[in-house]
């Protein structure tokens, strides 16, 4: 778990503050593959890193690698430019995510990645007590679920509802939610044509009590087929609406 904070005083006092939960498989936790980093500066100089060591680490993209435990290539997902997007306000990022797990297996009730992400979000409640807040939802994660249960993919709708349900429990109603469209240009869609298109129909079909984004990422690249380069996860958080 990472909750990544900007510390900077809110411009005009703005209430509420937003907590954003980044979940899913590997494009949550975010690959970046080996493309060398935007030339831009670290989202803010006073976000940290909460929770992952013990202590606060000030956010860089060294901090964020270390973290993600990859080895190679400039690894990060969305949070670096989703959290520069909120300039002077203040604003939480709570991050679950770990590579090849399925909605209906690890994130499914009683599976070690929804228990993870349960614990997690008590614990930051716990963090942000006193504070005025608001919580909005990232998911992103149906590569490892067309590739590997039909079943899966035929109820994608209804497991994800599920897993929101199960974190409403816990934050109350979602302000906002976002979710990772399917990639026809992935891998997986044309190996498992039948599973993808199941999830995408799905996705297209959502329907939630909160604002509810899908994010087109077709253009954006893939270095290995199915993950999105640094550039482009870069992009994907920007496209989420704040």
């Known amino acids: 778990m990472r909750l990544f904070v900007n510390t900077l005083q809110e411009d005009g006092g703005d209430k509420p503050i937003d907590v954003w939960i980044i979940a899913g498989s590997s494009n949550a936790l975010g690959r970046g593959g080996d493309d060398p980093l935007p030339p831009f500066d670290t989202p803010n100089a006073r976000s940290f890193i909460i929770g992952a060591t013990g202590g606060q680490v000030h956010f860089s993209f060294t901090s964020i690698k270390y973290i993600d435990g990859f080895n190679t290539g400039d690894n990060h997902g969305i949070e670096p430019s989703l959290v520069r997007n909120y300039n002077s306000k203040e604003v939480y990022v709570i991050k679950v995510a770990a ?34 807040v608001r919580y909005r939802f990232y998911w992103s994660e149906w590569e490892n679920t067309a590739n590997a249960n039909p079943t899966d993919s035929a109820n994608f709708e209804a497991l994800y509802e599920d897993l929101i349900a199960a974190v409403e429990v816990e ?3 979602l302000y906002s939610q976002a979710m990772l469209k399917v990639n026809p240009n992935a891998i997986v869609w044309t190996n498992q044509t039948v599973n993808s298109q199941a999830i995408l129909d799905a996705q297209n079909t959502l329907d939630l009590d909160s604002n509810f984004q899908l994010i087109d990422a077709d253009d954006l690249s893939l270095f290995d087929g199915i993950h999105y380069a640094s550039l482009g996860q870069i992009e994907i958080g920007n496209r989420v609406t704040i």
Do not use: C, F, H, P
């Open 99 to 132: 590579g090849s797990t399925q909605i209906g297996v690890e994130w499914a009730d009683g599976g070690a990645q929804r228990i993870s992400l349960i614990n997690y979000i008590q614990q930051a409640k716990i963090e942000l007590a006193g504070k005025d």
């Open 171 to 173: 934050t109350g109603a």
